[in-house]
């Protein structure tokens, strides 16, 4: 059978499988509209009100509606809310807040979970959105509780939280020098945003933990110029590794089985060790029958403190040139722990090192020409624009993301940072993301990067540590929440929450206009989570283990299952599926005159946007009216025939999407034909 219609088969009848479920949780899954209100309510009415408020103690507060307004001061009250489908929904409430000049902090609970966010300042009655949050079919409780808040409300309302339009992100690079490459992978990333999540996994820097090194005893015979084991097994090696140790010894640096694997010369046991860069790789290819499309590589070994060669440049090359993957790279960059004793250019033990806030280097001094630090951060900028270089040099882009973490605990003036890059502030932080920008790309000619910052939103301060559109490609979160923070009304176990709150948070900060991704994660959250509450991650990257923390093969951070389903689906990408020509820069996009048709090919996961002419205004296969065919308007098209009284179709769409025998009505052999287009098995619909 030919292995992309079987490929097919498989996936239409997982999704099949999938409806059915879908069916058996909700009868109404298409009930609710975006925008559509689902509740709204007088506050004084609600559960546990002890008292109606006309006015704030001596404060006056005309325009309220109905009797007066709830103000916590017991033990709060609560509304119960009956939604028509499980999904995400925004509460509204109308408040007055006036104990704090700035903001408070307000807090409810939506069925246990507690959600907060801050309520300015307001003297009249304002509007305010609480943001989104997840309800079940059926009945909800929602608190509004007696924490930190003291705010005035006088309605709420619930409404179907509206979509996101990911197509407001830009598919073009703030650098627009960028190489043909590096265009044709943001384009691509562009392609798949809202539609898929990349798999990615962050490989061990350095000699790795204990369960990443394998160790041997080797002898180095210089008369013979050999290397072998004690079974008289040869090692490879070239002249340049050979070294001579304190005692007069000779010893070669790095030399290779006869499998290829890479050792190295530890002198402190006179031993040869191999680090298992793979080891997590090789686990979730176990588990899944694949590997993850993007890997995640450190280049904090490039510095002039302590610095020697790991393999990380080659290792890049190889996964994009030989493997076809996407490399992303973070930068946990090392300065002197006491930089008022250091010596420029001076080598270091790595103990005497850190990347962590405890540190006397000063930021501000280094973003200031003359000073010491200022020598010291382009000594740095130096070494890594030189591996950065050689990277470039080979056809290779990279998902660039320095500076990680910066809010940290949040709060402008960096006292919640707990990296050194953040120590000092908001600001200054952003004109250190800028210095390293200009300096890689104006002054070591680097045009191989998209830059990813981690912008975190903990808080209403985070946007202020966004340096702006044209220094950024992507934002991210970073998702460490196994044990806490957790919406999913569990107490153990791993935290699948999508985070949709954290993404919608994220997305407005830069008004959708850059993708949203999760570079680095403990648990990945599951394939149910993220298409129920529109969390369109671009891509997640799971950290590595180290022996006590085991974030992909421990069960208390993965769920097994969970994960080899997500790696499974259709909705993630995995290496496999990634495009032959992903680097291959094609030019320009051309504006549309007629629909746009988003395809992906089940074997490759390629997203390709055709242009076709729309015959008597019927778009066919598209059942959601939105002028694309893709797999969405497959899944509606399998529910409606399984259920048509459960999952109602407008007649337009009856009619863009009886493609099958056209004529005899919605049936499954219709959303199997719209699969087989979205697949480019098939050219054009009807399909006869």
């Not at 079940?136 to 705010?151: M, P, S, V």
């Not at 009505?665 to 979205?678: E, M, P, R």
Request: include cysteine.
């Amino acid at each position: 059978m030919n292995s992309k219609i079987k490929r097919l088969l498989s996936g239409f009848t997982a999704s099949l499988i999938a409806v059915s479920a879908m069916a058996s949780l909700s009868s109404s899954f298409y009930a609710a509209e975006p925008g559509e209100v689902i509740f709204q309510g007088e506050c004084e009415d609600f559960e546990d009100v002890e008292k109606v408020w006309t006015s704030i103690y001596e404060n006056e507060t005309p325009g309220y509606s109905g009797e007066g307004f709830a103000y916590v001061t017991g033990s709060g009250y609560t509304a119960t809310v009956t939604a028509p489908e499980d999904g995400m929904y925004e509460i509204y409430f109308r408040y007055i807040q006036i104990l704090d000049s700035t903001s408070r902090f307000q807090t409810i609970s939506v069925n246990g979970v507690e959600y907060s966010t801050y309520f300015p300042y307001a003297r009249e009655w304002t509007d305010i959105s609480f943001g989104q949050v997840r309800l079940k079919k059926g009945e909800n409780t929602i608190q509004f509780l007696n924490k930190y808040g003291y705010a005035a409300i006088d309605t709420m309302t619930v409404s179907k939280a509206e979509k996101t339009d990911y197509a407001k992100a830009t598919g073009e690079t703030c650098d627009p020098d960028a190489t043909p490459e590096t265009k044709a992978l943001m384009k691509y990333l562009k392609s798949v945003y809202g539609e898929h999540i990349i798999s990615g996994q962050q490989e061990v820097y350095g000699g790795g933990s204990s369960m990443h090194q394998e160790s041997i005893s080797l002898t180095y015979n210089a008369s013979a110029g050999t290397l072998t084991d004690s079974s008289g097994t040869e090692y490879t090696f070239t002249e340049d590794e050979i070294d001579t140790a304190d005692d007069g010894s000779s010893f070669v640096w790095n030399c290779y089985s006869p499998e290829g694997k890479k050792y190295t010369y530890n002198t402190q046991n006179r031993n040869y060790s191999h680090t298992n860069y793979d080891l997590e790789f090789e686990y979730l290819n176990e588990l899944s029958g694949e590997f993850p499309a993007i890997r995640g590589f450190d280049i904090m070994n490039s510095n002039p403190l302590y610095g020697w060669e790991d393999g990380t440049t080659e290792r890049v090359i190889d996964w994009v040139n030989n493997r076809g993957g996407i490399a992303t790279m973070c930068w946990h960059f090392n300065v002197p722990v006491d930089f008022s004793t250091y010596d420029v250019g001076d080598a270091l033990d790595w103990q005497s090192c850190t990347y962590n806030e405890k540190t006397n280097f000063s930021v501000a001094n280094a973003l200031t020409e003359g000073t010491e630090e200022n020598e010291f951060l382009d000594l740095c900028i130096e070494h890594v624009a030189k591996q950065l270089l050689i990277i470039q040099d080979a056809g290779v882009p990279v998902m660039f993301r320095p500076f990680h973490e910066a809010e940290g605990n949040g709060g402008l003036d960096g006292k919640g940072a707990w990296f050194w890059w953040a120590k000092e502030g908001a600001e200054t932080y952003k004109e250190l993301w800028k210095y390293l920008y200009n300096s890689l790309t104006n002054d070591y000619g680097l045009h191989n990067l998209i830059w990813v910052q981690n912008l975190y939103a903990w808080s209403e301060e985070s946007a202020q540590w966004y340096p702006g559109d044209e220094y950024v490609d992507i934002v991210g979160y970073d998702k460490y929440n196994t044990q806490y923070n957790r919406h999913d009304g569990l107490t153990s176990g791993p935290n699948e929450d999508a985070e949709r709150r954290l993404f919608k948070t994220l997305y407005d900060h830069v008004d959708g206009r850059k993708i949203v991704a999760m570079p680095e994660n403990d648990t990945v959250p599951s394939l149910e989570n993220m298409l129920i509450e529109d969390a369109g991650w671009l891509y997640f990257c799971i950290w590595y283990d180290n022996g006590q923390q085991n974030f992909v093969s421990g069960t208390d951070y993965q769920n097994p299952e969970t994960l080899k389903e997500l790696y499974q689906s259709d909705y993630c990408i995995t290496l496999d599926e990634l495009p032959e020509d992903l680097y291959v820069y094609s030019g320009e996009d051309i504006e549309p005159t007629t629909t746009t048709t988003t395809a992906t090919d089940p074997d490759t996961t390629t997203t390709t946007t055709t242009t076709t002419e729309i015959p008597d205004g019927v778009v066919y296969g598209d059942a959601d009216l939105d002028g694309d065919v893709k797999m969405n308007d497959v899944i509606k098209i399998m529910a409606h025939a399984s259920n048509a009284e459960a999952y109602p179709l407008e007649d337009e769409a009856k009619n863009n999407c009886d493609v099958y025998q056209r004529g005899d009505g919605i049936t499954l052999s219709d959303a199997l034909s719209i699969q087989k287009k979205v697949a480019q098995i098939i050219d054009t619909l009807p399909e006869s």
